[in-house]
């Protein structure tokens, strides 16, 4: 009798806890059309009722990348930039109401000082925010100050290229920037520039010393695009560089980056070596001709370290896309282990995100202008089912309309 009273008791109250509030998932959408969207998740809702559209901000022309710190959210747009006369893009920050999710209110916007802003990241100190720019060539940093705001940049980088590479549909034709990311120490940045197959490295000490260490010379027609990190433990971190030319991940011990708080290290402390190359298009791939056939986008770890995913382009047949999935072996020398495919059930996914539980991964496909999100089992890595399906506009074949990024927001309790 007890032992039922007692059950009883616990079931109540779990449901009146129900009854007052639920907690949703929130994703952040960059769309070029459009601007940010907001959208909840409630996966107990069918596929196509579990994306509710909450909000839209605006965030300038075309915006294109979106990064979370703290309480606020960073943005690139693309161009035009604070008007039509510029072909500058611009960086923008955005203050999240706590009150109020879907409400985003704009703290600062600054020129990105390059035209075609596709990338912005924030240093783990919180105050060195960094911007690429790939059709202007040029990487910016800024200092934030308290609350995001966003001061004028201390530095524009500006890269030129000595010789057009192989890549054909105009990719290697001069210097393209395509991320300017920090590690996860926040004491190195890492460029990728896709038309000079380089890869910039630099020393971060805070916004005003910003200085270029090293470069990583690539093989002609390789394309690095972005760039993952994983902390494995306090002595080996391993980075992940997608390449869209070639198709390719190169995987890379970073020796000398400790998360041991033991303050800054001398430059010459980083050591850079490849461990790995390994084909995004499955067994017995060979790196792609640099013909804009297949472009392998966006790279990313499951939180537990034990699977990689990286998502496919193809631009010439209007079947759907793929993420590739492989497993990560930190100690082995096959690092990456490809395991198979699953389809992003659209065309072009630019980018997509895990979710914080991991349970989850949200697909941005930019051509087919849609969102899907995708149910992982967190043991084999593999994708069950599709969990969550909303169309954004209509598929439109230019690629100039489409969401280019999505990211996982904290999540909202909702009071009913
Ligand atoms: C700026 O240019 C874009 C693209 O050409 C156009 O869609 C938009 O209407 C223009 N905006 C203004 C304010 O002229
Ligand atoms: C690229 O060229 C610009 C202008 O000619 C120059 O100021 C800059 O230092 C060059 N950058 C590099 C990395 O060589
Ligand atoms: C690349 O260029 C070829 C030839 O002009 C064109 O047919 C193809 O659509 C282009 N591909 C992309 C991805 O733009
Ligand atoms: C550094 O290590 C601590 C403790 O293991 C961990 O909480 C933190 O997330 C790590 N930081 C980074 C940047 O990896
Ligand atoms: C990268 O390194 C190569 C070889 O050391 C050098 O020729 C090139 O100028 C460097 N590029 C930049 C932008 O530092
Ligand atoms: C990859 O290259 C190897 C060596 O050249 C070749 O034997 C193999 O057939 C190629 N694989 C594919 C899928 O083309
Ligand atoms: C592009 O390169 C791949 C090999 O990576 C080849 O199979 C394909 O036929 C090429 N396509 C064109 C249009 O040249
Ligand atoms: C750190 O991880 C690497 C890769 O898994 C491993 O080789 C190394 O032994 C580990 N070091 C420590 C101190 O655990
Ligand atoms: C997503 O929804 C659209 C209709 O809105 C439907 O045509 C499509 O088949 C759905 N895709 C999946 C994977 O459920």
Known sequence: MFNVGLLLLTVGSVLSASINHRELSMLRIAHQERGILTFSFDHSKSSSRSLDL?????????????????NLIYSVSR??????????????????????PDALSLVISQSSNGMGGVFCDVARDGRTLSVANIDGSTVSIYPLSSHGIIGDATFVFKYNLTHPGPGTNESQIQSNPHAAAFDPTGEYM????????????????????VTQINNITLESGTGPRHVTFRVFNCTRTFMYLVSELDNMIRVFALDGVN???????PHSS?????????????????RSEPNNTNLAAEVALSNDGMFAYVSNRNTVSYSTDTLAIYSVHPDALEHLVYIGNTPTYGKIP??????????????????????IILERDQTSGRVNSVVGNVTLGEFDLT????????VWDSKVKYYL
Request: charged residues 20%; negative net charge; proline residues 5%.
């Open 54 to 70: 909450l909000g839209t901000t605006q965030a300038g022309f075309r915006p294109g990348w979106l990064h979370l710190h703290d």
């Open 79 to 100: 161009t035009s930039y604070p008007n039509n006369r510029s072909s500058s893009g611009g960086v923008f920050s955005f203050d999240k109401n706590a009150e109020d």
């Open 190 to 209: 890492i460029v990728p520039d896709r038309g000079a197959d380089h890869v910039y490295v630099y020393h971060v000490d805070g916004p005003e010393r």
């Open 259 to 265: 998360n041991d708080s033991r303050g800054l290290r």
């Open 270 to 286: 980083l050591s850079i070596s490849l461990v790995q190359i390994v084909s995004t298009l499955g067994h017995g791939s060979n």
């Open 350 to 371: 630019r980018h997509f995100s895990i979710s914080p539980d991991s349970r989850f991964i949200a697909v941005a496909n930019e051509v087919s202008n849609n969102l």
């Open 399 to 406: 690629q100039n309309n489409g969401p280019m990024a999505v």
